[in-house]
């Protein structure tokens, strides 16, 4: 795993174990955790945040937001938030609405699985999943619905981390519709 700070400086990390969600097989859940050889230095690499589970009063479904799509040449690409969660497991994007956003799209290829999507609120950004195909904008497990079992499997391999919810309480709850 290669990660890279503000200053262009690389941090090498091998992962050494990892852990599969165990409905992987059986409901396609397609998510892995991997367990580092070393910490990643937080004094020069953030991590992505996730949202909490009262993310709904803020911002819905979080339809027609713009968010950050990568593929497996490290482009990042927009999209439009389908939803970021749609029973029973998804979290999808669509091609985007608005003409500015339509130039920085592509559509996802073969190879671009296990490629994150995020969204960015307050210069942050927050993971919502990573691809499982490439049909439309893409989609994959959503983060969201199974931040609880990613916590578990990071448990289960050690290294005392947790992931960590963006709050979002300074933000307007929205009305009831």
Not at 44 to 56: C, T
Not at 73 to 95: C, N, R, Y
Request: charged content about 20%; glycine content about 8%.
């Amino acid at each position: 795993m290669t990660f890279v700070d503000n200053q262009n400086n690389v941090i090498q990390r091998t992962i050494i174990n990892t852990k599969q969600h165990p409905l992987y097989v059986s409901e396609r859940i397609d998510l892995t955790v991997g367990l580092l050889d070393f910490d990643v230095p937080t004094n020069q690499v953030s991590f992505a945040k996730v949202l909490p589970d009262n993310y709904q009063d803020y911002i819905r479904n979080g339809r027609g937001l713009p968010c950050i799509r990568l593929d497996q040449e490290e482009k990042a690409l927009v999209g439009d938030v389908e939803t970021i969660f749609i029973s029973p497991k998804e979290a999808k994007a669509s091609i985007p609405y608005l003409p500015n956003r339509l130039l920085l799209f592509e559509k996802l290829a073969d190879g671009d699985s296990g490629n994150p999507m995020f969204i960015i609120i307050n210069n942050q950004p927050i993971l919502l999943t990573v691809w499982l195909g490439s049909a439309d904008g893409g989609g994959g497990a959503s983060v969201t619905k199974f931040k609880d079992d990613i916590n578990d499997m990071m448990n289960v391999l050690g290294g005392g981390y947790q992931l960590e919810e963006i709050d979002l309480s300074w933000f307007t709850v929205l009305p009831t519709p």
